[in-house]
């Protein structure tokens, strides 16, 4: 486990290439563990990750990362779903591992996976999920897919908030909430405006908390107001505006600053953990495939990743990733080894 994870602080992603790895750097190795007859094979790492059990992997994961984060008051955890397209076998008829994951987008870290059944959905793990995970006075946000009664419920019993997105096919909810900005007074409204990657956008947050003209409300535990997002991109390069309303349901009050902030927030588990498990440790070209590998890797590389994220350092991830491999001091600052 500590060879694995101290190659993949490295930017080391292949079993083999681990193994030789710690073989080169074997003294700095045995300053943390005897290892008396020499680094793990690659063959004998394989057979670990493959044959160890994901749940309990990720309870002790959960319980590691609990202890290096930040409480921080209403802090967005966003919850999104990601398949590891390296992980199918159409020769077989396997299809991609898909698993939901965790983020606290304030504190940038990874806070638990569950892995999807490939007979279930999203909508049975995102529960198992909160059960892992320490989310008191938070805000759980999820997509339209995941909008559903038994999650609020859940949401409200581990004594969080929800901002929850909706649907045209969600039906009655939808189109309920659609309506009533269309006939009530707005309660609390705030706009927004951002510049970056060669657009400007921007958001106008609009909340509802009188919620007597919602009769499916009473369906959703916790729920308080209704919110409605009304945003215009501009782009740049081709002088073309984009614009798009989309709603949501939120057991907060009336306060459209926060909850649009929560909203943008949201999008950080695409943009922070997405992106940099694909690009920095390339999940998606991973072939692990035999056995629990795949979800155990991934495991591996959150834990990675959240060490570079909680360890301040100059340069990007690559950089840092790159100066672990050479530097002795470097990898031990990254992993808490002192």
């Given at each position: 486990m500590f060879?694995?994870?101290a190659?993949?602080?490295c ?7 681990m ?5 080169e750097?074997i003294d700095?190795?045995r300053?943390?563990?005897p290892y ?6 690659h063959d004998?790492?394989?057979r670990l990750f ?6 309990e992997?990720?309870k002790?994961?959960?319980e590691?990362v609990?202890s290096i984060r930040q ?14 397209k390296?992980?199918?076998q159409?020769?077989?008829g396997i299809?991609?591992l898909?698993?939901?994951?965790a983020?606290?987008?304030?504190n940038?870290l ?5 892995i ?5 959905n999203e909508?049975t ?6 059960d892992?995970?320490e ?5 759980i ?7 559903q ?7 409200i019993?581990?004594q969080?908030d ?8 969600q039906g ?20 927004s405006?951002?510049?970056?990657h060669g ?7 609009s909340v ?5 003209f919602?009769?499916?409300s009473v369906?959703w535990?916790?729920m ?6 009304e ?12 614009e798009?309303?989309r ?6 009050g009336?306060?459209?600053?926060l909850i649009?902030?929560s909203i943008?927030?949201?999008?950080s588990?695409?943009?922070k953990?997405?992106?940099m498990?694909?690009?920095?440790f390339r999940?998606d070209a991973?072939r692990?495939?035999?056995?629990n590998?795949t ?5 591996i ?20 990733k790159f100066k672990a491999l050479i ?10 080894l002192?």
């Amino acid at each position: 486990m500590f060879v694995a994870i101290a190659s993949s602080i490295c930017g080391i992603t292949e079993w083999d290439d681990m193994e030789e790895y710690c073989n080169e750097k074997i003294d700095w190795f045995r300053k943390y563990y005897p290892y008396k007859n020499g680094i793990p094979s690659h063959d004998t790492i394989s057979r670990l990750f493959a044959k160890l059990c994901p749940t309990e992997f990720c309870k002790y994961f959960t319980e590691w990362v609990q202890s290096i984060r930040q409480d921080i008051d209403k802090e967005v955890i966003a919850i999104d779903g990601k398949a590891v397209k390296g992980s199918a076998q159409k020769s077989k008829g396997i299809k991609s591992l898909y698993y939901v994951s965790a983020f606290a987008s304030e504190n940038e870290l990874v806070l638990g996976q569950e892995i999807v059944d490939e007979k279930s959905n999203e909508i049975t793990a995102v529960p198992k999920l909160l059960d892992l995970i320490e989310c008191k006075g938070t805000i759980i946000t999820v997509d339209a897919l995941n909008t559903q009664t038994r999650i609020a419920q859940k949401v409200i019993d581990k004594q969080a908030d929800y901002i929850f997105a909706l649907k045209g096919n969600q039906g009655e909810i939808f189109e309920e909430v659609k309506g009533r900005f269309l006939n009530q007074k707005i309660d609390s409204e705030c706009f927004s405006t951002d510049m970056g990657h060669g657009r400007v956008e921007t958001r106008k947050c609009s909340v509802i908390e009188d919620l007597r003209f919602i009769d499916s409300s009473v369906n959703w535990a916790g729920m308080k107001s209704v919110v409605k997002i009304e945003s215009s991109r501009y782009f740049k390069a081709t002088g073309k505006t984009e614009e798009e309303t989309r709603y949501y349901i939120s057991s907060l009050g009336a306060d459209a600053p926060l909850i649009n902030k929560s909203i943008r927030n949201h999008w950080s588990i695409e943009n922070k953990l997405h992106w940099m498990l694909d690009v920095s440790f390339r999940e998606d070209a991973s072939r692990k495939r035999k056995d629990n590998s795949t979800p155990n890797y991934g495991m591996i590389c959150k834990i990675a990743l959240n060490m570079l994220k909680k360890t301040p350092g100059k340069g990007s991830y690559k950089r840092r990733k790159f100066k672990a491999l050479i530097n002795d001091t470097e990898r031990e600052t990254l992993m808490g080894l002192f």
